[in-house]
Structures are given as structure tokens and as C-alpha cells.
């Protein structure tokens, strides 16, 4: 199913954009220069929001924190190796990343477990 007709059950801005997690309003952050300079230092991938329009628009405030201290030489390593990798869903009812993940339930003070 083409992506100009899917009907995601779930807003994709509603996910960061490297780590792929459910991210509340007061969490997300916006994808900045900063960040997709250094996710690319760090990761060796571009961050190019242009070609997939369908993929997260955000990121979470946990990973904007782990690649500055990054950057600035206070932590040697990220809290993983690989970013989610996002690709296009062909079908969102088994495909789509968002519409699979439950978040039902989900607050603020349940989140991290």
C-alpha cells in the first residue's frame, strides 16, 4: 500500500526519530542542526528528514543528551550501536512500525519500565 493512502492508527511524530521509542509531548524535541551533525559523526548516517516524510519528525530529549555529551567528550559511547533504521511500511495494518507498537497504558510514570 502506497504511503500517500496508508492511515497510520498513530502520529509518526509521536516517535523519536533514532531510538524509535514513544515520546510524550514535554519529552520531544526537534531534529537541529546540532543533532544531525552529530548523529552523523557518531552514527556515520544521515539524518535526511526530506526523503522519508513518512518517518518520525522528532527526537527524544534522552537521545539530544546522549549525543551532547557525546560531542563534548563526556560519555565515550551512546546507549547503542545502531539507530532504528525506518523504512517505508508497505502494509500499516502488520507493517508500519507505528501502528504495531502498543501504547496503551503508557504515562509518564510508567514509561521507563
Known sequence: MSSSR???LKNS??????????????CRKVISELVKNTY???????????????????????CVKYLRLWKSGKRNAFKFQTPTIWREPRNHLEDC??????????NTKNQAK
Not at 511524530?13 to 514535554?26: L, Q
Not at 552523523?40 to 534522552?62: G, T
Not at 512500525?97 to 503508557?106: A, E, P, R, S, W
Open 6 to 8: 496508508r492511515r497510520c
Open 13 to 26: 511524530d509521536h516517535f523519536c526519530y533514532i531510538c524509535g521509542e514513544y515520546v510524550f509531548n514535554d
Open 40 to 62: 552523523f559523526e557518531y552514527f556515520r548516517m544521515l539524518l535526511d528528514k526530506n526523503e522519508q516524510s513518512w518517518a518520525p519528525n522528532c527526537v527524544c530529549k534522552s
Open 97 to 106: 512500525y507505528f501502528c504495531t507498537v502498543n501504547v496503551n497504558g503508557l
